[in-house]
């Protein structure tokens, strides 16, 4: 069964910090790369790290620096270590391999990208 549950957002004071955690069913954590994403109003879904099974990362330009990925391969899951918050980190961040899993749906009768709800980052004083 697939499966992405973030959590860990909340609302923090620009230059606070959070952290992250996915929990990710096996099938996707144990043999992808996987990312954090994040889609702020308005503006698409960005992908802003991703970490490969042996730990190789890779940022945003917007993040580095400020922003961790790692990866627990014991328990499945992903953490985003952010500091050094700005009101622009504003959005609602996803955790999901990279590219995005696909899993086919009913209502739409093709694969698409499979997406959890996601966890809410408000940044502001």
């Known amino acids: 069964q697939v499966q992405l549950v973030e959590s860990g957002g909340g609302l923090v004071q620009p230059g606070g910090s959070l952290r992250l955690s996915c929990a990710a069913s096996g099938s996707i954590f144990s043999n992808n790369r996987m990312g954090w994403y994040r889609q702020a109003p308005g503006k698409q879904r960005e992908l802003i790290a991703t970490?490969?099974?042996?730990?190789?990362?890779v940022y945003a330009d917007s993040v580095k620096g400020r922003f961790t990925i790692s990866r627990d391969s014991a328990k499945n899951t992903l953490y985003l270590q952010m500091n050094s918050l700005k009101p622009e980190d504003t959005a609602v961040y996803y955790c999901?391999?990279?590219?995005?899993?696909?899993?086919?749906?009913?209502?739409?009768?093709?694969?698409?990208?499979?997406w959890g709800r996601g966890t809410q980052v408000t940044v502001s004083s």
């Open positions: 999901n391999a990279d590219p995005p899993i696909k899993t086919y749906s009913n209502v739409l009768q093709r694969r698409r990208d499979y």
């Open positions: 970490i490969t099974t042996g730990t190789t990362t």
